[in-house]
């Protein structure tokens, strides 16, 4: 097992960071579009070998974060219903909603249940047949597929107490989103790692074609991320902005038909609304009408006050790469990863955490 | 069942003539400066690789004492037993305690066991409180770090952290991790002898080595420079925290310590801990510096650096 050593070789990054400065253009910027690649930037100090030639802007690739709060709002009132259990992951217990989060939920007497997988909570319906069991589908593409396994599975074995809120995300769509919005100006993109193992790289083809720019698909180590800049800059040198791979081991242009299979019998492509964004047509997936029964959307009747964002806090510029959490006036003081305002400070892949936790707030 | 338990199990496994007396309080005679010290067990699963709660229960306590560089004698031991947990199980957590509590050379010398309602607990948590002597003149402390020390590492870390996580996870490694769960007296004492200059001594539990670090930066009032190519870390605990988007930083250990030392003593001190078989893999991993006062900062593989800061909000799974 040598993967690591090889992917984070100090001769070889300091080589590639050379290069990279040689060739780059002043002030290229790219956006780093998941929270994952945001960590790992963060913890190997790649932000500070690259500028000032290149810049990196940390994009809305959080799962946890880009959940809205009408989303969240949705889920704590499930969990206040009687012969409910809610399954989550771990990162959304704390994620303040307009009044309450599930955290304060299940303090007050909620059953919230902390699940690692999707298959984890379609045993707690199976273990659990007198109550209903509702798992809060958060994620992006890499989620998804296990997500609707559950389903198929609780389907085939007529587990009928078991329900999904699919608040799924889909991610080349947003990129288009963000793209289009031309809020922000980007040299490129460095698309995701693990959701490309599943959709493969050809989803992002519009990149180029439509806006011009440079985009590859990368894996986490210090490595990848190198590699993927030089790439892009390769791309840029030569005019021709494509989308390619510098992730051959974890990732192959047409993704896992096996997994996309999954989620085509299960999901259906819809509205997705985006902590930030807004809500955004053909961005996200709901419960297919042949899994109807299993969607907690149709199966519990849930209306909700009208949520609320939590004052002060800039998450959704944030996640848009608009802002950095240094222009936030929260960050560090009452925004915090054990006292979180918002979402990007909570989840293990928000932008906030990244910067609190590896330090860009004390430099 | 309390009355069978205590004589059967406990007294069989346990038993010693003051525990034997089943008095209210244990009477002893001691001499010198008392350490004094309590933690509670709750961890989940109470079986894990390398280990199990009893265990746990034994060798947290002595660590916690032989981190003030007390010679740990005796222990109180407390069992919360949930409404039908197994005595099977409950047979081979005793007998746990009595393999570490031999190893540590301390004796269990009162003890209490509850049975409470299904749900009132989970399965069993433990309870243990220690007394040990400390040396005197000897003073350890987490405040005492000055310019120019080193930091050493007594081995690999965490590795307690991932044998549970993964055992939970239902991870399948070609090589399991163990969990580094091990009583520390012995080590400790090996190297107070070796210089009585020890000017921090910590047992990086939980929160992990990152939280230690930082308890002597703020405590002492210094700045802590690591490295991260000095850090031992085992490969597959490395691969686990990339698998689960931990940081090795900041998992627990249940077998290891950090000592700050005067830097003419820490050549001598890192070949006495190699010496010990819970220490082989010791390091120097960092030094104690003027700059950045009350902070962390590890030079990466790539020479950048980046600040340790305190774990705060992670979610992990009860691990002790």
């Known amino acids: ?363 | 069942m309390s009355h069978d338990l205590i004589k059967n199990t406990l007294l069989g496994r346990l038993g010693n003539p003051m525990l034997n007396r089943l008095d209210d309080s244990a009477v002893f005679d001691i001499n010198g400066r008392l350490a004094f010290t309590t933690d509670s067990y709750v961890v989940s699963p109470l079986f894990f690789p390398g280990g199990d709660i009893g265990k746990l229960a034994v060798c947290g306590t002595v660590n916690d004492l032989s981190m003030a560089g007390a010679e740990p004698l005796y222990l109180s031991l407390s069992l919360i037993i949930e409404e039908g947990f197994s005595l099977d199980q409950l047979e081979r957590v005793i007998r746990s305690v009595q393999e570490a509590a031999a190893e540590a050379g301390v004796t269990v010398v009162t003890g209490d066991t509850k049975v409470v309602n299904r749900g009132a607990a989970d399965s069993l948590f433990i309870n243990t409180a220690g007394v040990g002597i400390v040396p005197a003149d000897l003073d350890v402390s987490s405040s005492g770090a000055r310019i120019g020390d080193k930091v050493i590492l007594s081995g690999p870390i965490g590795d307690h952290g991932i044998a549970l996580i993964s055992q939970r996870e239902r991870l399948t490694f070609e090589s399991p991790v163990e969990s580094d769960c091990a009583p520390l007296n012995t080590l400790v004492k090996e190297v107070l002898q070796t210089t009585p200059h020890i000017h921090c001594l910590r047992d990086p539990t939980r929160g992990g080595l990152a939280s230690t670090l930082n308890e002597f930066a703020e405590s002492s009032g210094v700045g802590v420079r690591i490295k991260e190519d000095k850090l031992p870390i085992k490969k597959t605990v490395l691969a686990t925290c990339e698998l689960m988007g931990f940081d090795p930083l900041y998992i627990a250990n249940e077998g290891k310590l950090v000592a700050v030392v005067d830097s003419r003593d820490a050549e001598a001190v890192l070949q006495k801990i190699r010496e010990n078989p819970y220490g082989r893999e010791a390091e120097i991993i960092g030094e104690i510096v003027e700059d950045h006062s009350g902070r962390v900062i590890m030079e990466t593989r790539l020479g950048t650096s980046r600040i340790i800061d305190l774990l705060s909000g992670e979610l992990l799974p009860r691990i002790c």
């Open chain 1, 1 to 363: 097992m040598k993967f690591m050593d090889e992917y984070r070789d100090p001769q070889m990054a300091l080589k590639l960071v050379e290069r990279i400065h040689r060739r780059s253009p002043e002030g290229v910027r790219f956006m780093e579009f998941c929270g994952g690649h945001t960590f790992a930037i963060m913890k190997h100090g790649l932000r500070q070998l690259l500028s000032p030639k290149v810049q990196l802007i940390s994009g809305p690739g959080c799962p946890v974060c880009v959940t809205s709060i009408s989303e969240i709002d949705k889920a704590i009132a499930l969990a206040n219903q009687p012969d409910v259990i809610l399954a989550t992951f771990g990162d959304m217990l704390r994620v303040p909603g307009s009044r309450s989060s599930l955290q304060h939920t299940r303090a007050e007497g909620g059953d919230v249940r902390v699940i690692y997988s999707a298959l984890d909570a379609l045993e707690l319906a199976r273990a659990n047949p007198d109550k209903s069991v509702v798992l809060v589908g958060i994620g992006f593409e890499t989620t998804a597929p296990t997500v609707a396994a559950s389903l198929a599975e609780a389907k085939s074995s007529g587990i009928d107490n078991y329900h999904v809120l699919s608040f799924h995300k889909l991610c080349p769509p947003v990129i288009k989103a963000l793209l289009e919005s031309g809020e922000i100006k980007l040299d490129g993109i460095i698309c995701p790692g693990h959701v490309s193992t599943i959709i493969g790289s050809r989803p992002y083809e519009f990149v180029a074609r439509d806006h011009g720019i440079a985009s590859v698909v990368t894996g986490f180590e210090p490595l990848d991320i190198l590699l993927a800049v030089d790439m892009m800059l390769a791309q840029i040198e030569r005019e021709e902005p494509k989308v390619e791979i510098a992730y051959h081991r974890g990732v192959a242009p047409d993704g896992n038909r096996e997994a996309l299979k999954f989620m085509e019998k299960v999901f259906v492509v819809g509205e997705a609304d985006w902590r930030g964004i807004g809500k955004l047509p053909g961005s996200g997936l709901r419960v297919g009408p042949d899994y109807r029964n299993f969607d907690a959307e149709s199966s519990f009747s849930i209306t909700l006050p009208p949520s609320k964002e939590p004052p002060g806090c800039i998450c959704g510029d944030i996640l848009r790469g608009v802002k950095t959490p240094l222009q936030c006036k929260l960050f560090g003081k009452t925004c915090m990863p054990d006292s979180p305002v918002g979402p990007c400070m909570v989840s293990s892949e928000g932008t906030c955490a990244a910067y609190f936790l590896y330090g860009e707030n004390h430099e």
